[in-house]
């Protein structure tokens, strides 16, 4: 499968990418902005994610919510979402509702600040709050998404702090402070516009420069923090959690290359062969054969600076102690970093990786997604289409060679979920 692309610049910056399919009458708008929390400074954590909530508050022209009603009723479906490195906001409609999905992605770009108010920031902050309370706070395993980066990258690190924010931060926010954050990040130069399914080029053109053309380019935004890091940790990092869980549960990152590096394909292919799918190292003999976990997986975080995680992610079934379950991961780790992996198991991790590429192709919506990815990350959407190659580029050699450099004891972060004593160390 080759995707068509096509790509332009308008004059005040913002990227452009198109590729038409018409299979299906649907497109897909997507829009990258190239912001998230390791944009943050100290002291005002969680704004990224803040905009993810404000940018559906409604702009100049645009009530609050109405963003969701007007492509609910036109039949689309559409969201958001935040990241380390990035923010993104999409919608799929009918093909002849990509005016509407244009224009409201442009309004909020372009004239968000007149509608924003205090009332919106305190109502969303609130919201936020909650968010944090359901998925980090209350939830069990909840906090892992926060402090595995903090484990595993240094404290004066862009991915080291919470994406969410803390309470103080947000309650320290200020409608200035959001206002600036807007004013400097979410402009046409710092943006990737992409359009894929049913749509007229010609159309579509004359649509993005009528909505977009005339928002005014940005003055600039500070460069973000040195993400360079030395290959391994150096040394072994670990962390306890006692939480209100009922059975153990242990992450374990190792720092890998970056995402789009030669290496970082080797990592994926070593996760795949670990953690994806029942014949997995992980799956084939803690669930099955020893039956001591539940779950198992692997997977990266495929971020494309500095340093990437490639992560472990295994829950203990009732009865097993963590230090049988810390013990038993510990374990296959080892085996791997000592023997490698075998071709058998490499031409089977690709041929996972490549059937799920091709499906996810085969949506408007995620093919437009990863289309922004790619020009966003690298300013090359036609990387999209060299994918697969780079995966069969990977070998039994380069898999066993990553394990060998990143799967040993001086590149292990640890945490480790255990059953809180009392009600106060799960609260602590």
Not at 97 to 102: E, W
Not at 270 to 293: D, H, M, P, V
Not at 357 to 366: H, K, N, V
Request: a negative charge.
């Amino acid at each position: 499968m080759r995707i068509p692309i096509e790509t332009l610049t308008l004059d005040n910056g913002l990227r452009v990418v198109l590729s038409e399919d018409h299979t299906a009458p649907i497109v897909a708008v997507n829009l990258w902005y190239h912001v998230g929390s390791g944009n943050e400074r100290a002291g005002r954590t969680g704004f990224a994610h803040l905009f993810e909530h404000m940018l559906f508050q409604g702009s100049e022209h645009v009530a609050a919510n109405e963003h969701f009603e007007l492509i609910a009723r036109a039949g689309g479906t559409l969201n958001g979402s935040t990241w380390l490195d990035r923010t993104n906001y999409y919608e799929t409609v009918p093909s002849n509702q990509l005016d509407l999905a244009l224009w409201l992605e442009a309004d909020r770009m372009g004239a968000l600040l007149p509608g924003m108010t205090q009332e919106k920031l305190d109502t969303q902050r609130d919201v936020v709050k909650n968010e944090r309370r359901w998925t980090v706070d209350n939830q069990p395993y909840g906090s892992w998404w926060e402090k595995l980066p903090a484990l595993a990258y240094p404290e004066n690190h862009p991915f080291h702090h919470s994406l969410i924010g803390s309470f103080e931060d947000l309650d320290a926010a200020s409608l200035a402070d959001v206002s600036e954050f807007f004013a400097t990040y979410y402009t046409p130069d710092n943006a990737v516009l992409t359009l894929t399914g049913d749509f007229e080029r010609d159309q579509a053109i004359a649509s993005i420069e009528r909505f977009f053309g005339a928002i005014p380019r940005g003055k600039g935004k500070p460069p973000l923090a040195d993400t360079t890091l030395p290959p391994v940790f150096g040394k072994p990092l670990r962390q306890v959690v006692q939480d209100n869980v009922s059975l153990p549960r242990v992450y374990l990152a190792f720092r890998s290359p970056p995402f789009g590096t030669p290496e970082h394909y080797a990592a994926s292919v070593c996760a795949t062969i670990l953690g994806t799918r029942k014949t997995s190292r992980l799956q084939r003999s803690l669930i099955r054969e020893k039956r001591i976990a539940a779950e198992a997986s692997a997977f990266t975080f495929d971020l494309a600076k500095g340093a990437d995680l490639l992560v472990l992610d295994v829950l203990a079934l009732p009865g097993i102690s963590a230090a049988a379950l810390e013990a038993a991961v510990i374990e296959e780790v080892d085996r791997m970093h000592r023997d490698g992996v075998t071709d058998e198991e490499v031409a089977r991790a690709l041929a996972l990786i490549e059937t799920g590429w091709t499906l996810s192709m085969e949506s408007a919506t995620d093919r437009a997604d990863k289309l922004s990815m790619f020009a966003t990350y690298f300013g090359d959407p036609g990387l999209v289409n060299e994918q697969p190659e780079r995966y069969r580029e990977v070998t039994s050699e380069s898999v066993t060679r990553f394990a060998r450099e990143r799967l040993g004891a001086d590149n292990r972060a640890t945490l480790l979920y255990v059953q809180a004593e009392s009600p106060a160390q799960a609260a602590a």
